[in-house]
Nanobody, 129 residues
Framework: QLQLVESGGGLVQAGGSLRLSCVSSGPTLDYYHIGWFRQAPGKEHEGVSC????????YYADSVKGRFTISRDHAKDTVYLQMDRLTAEDTGTYYC??????????????????????WGRGTQVSVSS
């Protein structure tokens, strides 16, 4: 059972940066597509960025393209989400999710948050304007 733990959130001023981390308390992340999602107060979950297990390809929501960067560190078995030029609209709880290659593609993973099912604790990101 893949269980992921998110960290790195915090309070930052608009225009600032944060780096979120996603680690596994079980199997290595190398076996999975990994996606970052967020939920703003009063809104549905939204796919932010996903990275492929197979070729390292990435997907970004239009709202974060050019500002966020997803990456893997295989040595540390960690997936990061580097968030730059943050705005108040980026405020929310951020979650990472892993899915096996056989079950989905990164585009499907990122664009269908309703299919995720259950969410971990997440990490809170608050951007003050």
């Amino acid at each position: 059972q893949l269980q992921l733990v998110e960290s790195g959130g915090g309070l930052v001023q608009a225009g600032g940066s944060l780096r979120l981390s996603c680690v596994s308390s079980g199997p290595t992340l190398d076996y999975y597509h990994i996606g970052w999602f967020r939920q703003a107060p009063g809104k549905e979950h939204e796919g932010v960025s996903c990275i492929s297990r197979t070729d390292g390809s990435t997907y970004y929501a239009d709202s974060v393209k050019g500002r966020f960067t997803i990456s893997r560190d295989h040595a540390k078995d960690t997936v990061y989400l580097q968030m730059d030029r943050l705005t108040a609209e980026d405020t929310g709880t951020y979650y990472c999710v892993g899915r096996s290659v056989a079950r989905t593609t990164i585009q499907a993973l990122c664009t269908r948050p309703a299919d995720v099912g259950s969410w971990g604790r997440g990490t809170q990101v608050s951007v003050s304007s």
